[in-house]
Nanobody
Framework: EVQLVESGGGLVQAGGSLRLSCATS????????IGWFRQAPGKEREGVSI????????YYANSVKGRFTISSDNAKKTVYLQMNSLKPEDTAVYYC?????????????????????WGKGTLVTVSS
């Protein structure tokens, strides 16, 4: 059974940091790209960042570039999202998702509906 379990969300003041984790199981981690997506109240789900577990290549949405860093620990089959300089507009439920990178990872990040496997999400709230 495929599982993706997010953790690390919470309440933080603007300018603060959080690190999200996505623990995975049930698929060959090294063959997949794992992305972070978010959905704020009343808004569509959007891609935040994605990493290819096979070669470590990464891609970021412009809104988080320079503030967020995605990384993976292939031995632990876990992907992390380090979020610094958080802003109130970063408030959202953050989800991790996985799929085989048939397309370019930046294309995958722009098409959340195309991702095969999803976690249940973790809430990040940034207060002003």
């Amino acid at each position: 059974e495929v599982q993706l379990v997010e953790s690390g969300g919470g309440l933080v003041q603007a300018g603060g940091s959080l690190r999200l984790s996505c623990a995975t199981s049930g698929f060959t981690f090294d063959d997949y790209a794992i992305g972070w997506f978010r959905q704020a109240p009343g808004k569509e789900r959007e891609g935040v960042s994605i990493i290819s577990a096979s070669d470590g290549s990464t891609y970021y949405a412009n809104s988080v570039k320079g503030r967020f860093t995605i990384s993976s620990d292939n031995a632990k089959k876990t992907v992390y999202l380090q979020m610094n300089s958080l802003k109130p507009e970063d408030t959202a439920v953050y989800y991790c998702a996985a799929d085989i990178p048939i397309l370019l990872i930046q294309t995958m990040l722009g098409d959340p509906d195309g991702m095969d496997y999803w976690g249940k999400g973790t809430l990040v709230t940034v207060s002003s």
